[in-house]
């Protein structure tokens, strides 16, 4: 078993590109890592990364070793997976991320009834609404929210999410009632951001009689926190753009109100995404399939509560 640890780690570090990374995502100290690739050097005969201080590359036999090492492991991990069919008994830990409002609505609360029915599966659960690399990050599944982009990974949709542009009455009595996008910009609103560091401008993708339009909105409020955006609406703070089911139960109460009707913003897709091997793991295919379950029943309910057709 030590050779197959010693190829993990190749594949690792091959993949993060860093020996400190790689022993931190396969829970080990750097030396082991380090130890390991040595051995797994001196087995083969041949240098599979060139070091220096500050940076490491693999070398040809490194490239050339990696496509073989990836099929073995592949190769290994489905035949752990069938075991573990015919057990019955899934067992081991699964890495998950999703956006900060997925994840405490539709991940979070049903990860206890998931243990409930998988004792031997643990869920190490990450919330951020920050875009997450999945293999960098040594993820099992991520789910996303948002406009999806051509990879190499597998992706199941759960469902297509409406957006809606919304905000309290008392911020409509004093700045008025925003018609659609365009009034967005040229009457100035105050315009709820979700930004994270790096991001130059901010713009809405708008539904309008030509197509999809980008309107470049702004206001004096921003977060990386998109319920933290939801407070600021409900104090009257600006307008935000946010999924429907996530301001469901304010929008039911009157608390929000739609705005710029006549433009809505365009539909996100709620998926989940996942690396090519990981679903010949019986573990990541029985949460994958339990959570997309409970996610679907979940947006249903939030979206009749709204009072919004589907």
């Not at 041949?46 to 070398?59: D, I, S």
């Not at 409406?162 to 009595?173: F, S, T």
């Not at 600021?232 to 996530?246: M, Q, S, T």
């Not at 990981?278 to 997309?292: E, N």
Request: charged share 25%; hydrophobic share 45%.
């Amino acid at each position: 078993m030590s050779y197959v640890n010693n190829v993990r780690m190749f594949l690792r570090v091959y993949e993060l590109g860093s020996m400190s990374a790689a022993a931190r995502d396969q829970r080990v100290s750097p030396a082991v890592a380090s130890s390991r690739i040595a051995e797994l050097e001196k087995h083969l005969g041949v240098r599979l990364f060139n070091r220096t201080t500050r940076t490491l590359k693999p070398t040809e036999h490194g490239r050339i070793f990696y496509d073989g090492a990836l099929k073995v492991i592949e190769a290994i991990e489905a035949a752990e997976a069938a075991v573990a069919d015919v057990a019955h008994n899934p067992r081991g830990s699964i890495f998950v991320a999703a956006p900060l409002g997925v994840g405490r609505r539709f991940i979070a609360p049903h990860v206890p009834a998931f243990k409930d029915e998988y004792p031997e599966i643990d869920v190490r659960l990450r919330l951020s609404d920050r875009k997450v690399d999945i293999t960098a990050e040594g993820l099992d599944v991520a789910f996303t929210l948002g406009q999806l982009e051509d990879s190499n990974l597998k992706v199941r949709v759960i469902a297509d999410c409406p957006r809606i542009l919304c905000a309290a009455p008392a911020y409509i009595a004093r700045r008025g009632m925003p018609a659609n996008g365009r009034a967005l910009v040229t009457d100035k609103h105050d315009c709820l951001l979700l930004r994270f560091p790096g991001q130059p401008e901010f713009q809405w993708l708008l539904t309008t009689p030509d197509g999809p339009i980008r309107f470049e909105v702004s206001g004096p409020y921003e977060s990386d926190d998109g319920d933290v955006l939801t407070m600021w609406a409900l104090e009257g703070r600006g307008i935000v753009n946010k999924p429907v089911f996530e301001v469901a139960e304010h929008l039911a109460s009157g608390a929000l109100v739609p705005v710029a009707v006549d433009t809505p913003p365009v539909p996100v897709q709620l998926a989940c995404l996942y690396p090519h091997r990981r679903l010949q793991d019986t573990k990541i295919r029985v949460f994958i399939d339990f959570m997309i379950a409970r996610c679907r029943e979940a947006l249903r309910a939030k979206e009749a509560l709204a009072q919004l057709p589907r």
